[in-house]
């Protein structure tokens, strides 16, 4: 089992910027990749950014620019820094993280933290 702990997050005024960081532990083998996906009150959850063991790196267009991914694969932990906040980044961020739990290849993880609550007031 994975564990996924998040913290960092916040109220910022807008055009402010906020770090989140989320560590992984458990059983981990091999990670893959590791995330933030974000979601509001009512809708689905989308990706914010995420970033695979060999630095491979996506951003969602709404972000592209002002946040930035960054991961230490030692201590399996990502973080997201996140800068000209508006108020429309205000959402839940969630962490994921996907990769294996044992050298067999169906053992397989892929898991979620609690959240943490970024609010960026206008």
């Known amino acids: 089992q994975v564990q996924l702990v998040e913290s960092g997050g916040g109220l910022v005024q807008a055009g402010g910027s906020l770090r989140i960081s989320c560590v992984a532990s458990?059983?981990?083998?091999?990670?893959?990749?590791m995330g933030w996906y974000r979601q509001a009150p009512g809708k689905q959850r989308e990706l914010v950014a995420t970033i695979n063991a060999g630095g491979g790196i996506d951003y969602a267009d709404s972000v592209k620019g002002r946040f930035t991914i960054s991961r230490d694969n030692a201590k399996n932990t990502v973080y997201l820094e996140m800068n000209s906040l508006k108020a429309e980044d205000t959402d839940v961020y969630y962490c994921n993280a996907r990769g294996y739990s044992s050298h067999l290849p169906s053992d397989v993880f892929d898991a979620w933290g609690q959240g943490t609550l970024v609010t960026v007031s206008s």
């Open positions: 458990g059983n981990i083998f091999r990670m893959v990749a």
